[in-house]
């Protein structure tokens, strides 16, 4: 079982940056692949970047590469959203979520992790 919980959200005019975190509970951590999902109003959840259990292997969607970079410090049990040259469509909820069965990167575009966090607001102003 894991716990997550996302910080660092907020109002940031576009062309911004902020960086997002989670923290996750329990001594596994370091086994598990996480990454993070967003949603927009009256859109459904989509994928947005994974990073695998040693930080070793990164995947991102098309509309956040370049500009967002996920990370992880196991020591901390916190993976990192890193996010600049926001843009008004980045506006979301945004989901911390981990997965302990190790699969391709890729396929988390279309999968559903094991865990997710409650989500942290990001509003992106024009």
């Known amino acids: 079982q894991v716990q997550l919980v996302e910080s660092g959200g907020g109002l940031v005019q576009a062309g911004g940056s902020l960086r997002l975190s989670c923290a996750a509970s329990?001594?596994?951590?370091?086994?598990?692949?996480m990454g993070w999902f967003r949603q927009a109003p009256g859109k459904e959840r989509e994928f947005v970047a994974a990073?695998?259990?040693?930080?070793?292997?990164?995947y991102y969607a098309d509309s956040v590469k370049g500009r967002f970079t996920i990370s992880r410090d196991n020591a901390k049990n916190t993976v990192y959203l890193q996010m600049d040259s926001l843009k008004p469509e980045d506006t979301a909820v945004y989901y911390c979520?981990?997965?302990?069965?190790?699969?391709?990167?890729?396929?988390?575009?279309?999968?559903?992790?094991?865990?997710w966090g409650q989500g942290t607001q990001v509003t992106v102003s024009s």
């Open positions: 979520a981990a997965d302990g069965r190790f699969l391709l990167l890729r396929l988390w575009v279309s999968m559903a992790p094991e865990y």
């Open positions: 329990g001594r596994t951590f370091s086994t598990y692949n």
């Open positions: 990073i695998t259990w040693s930080g070793g292997s990164t």
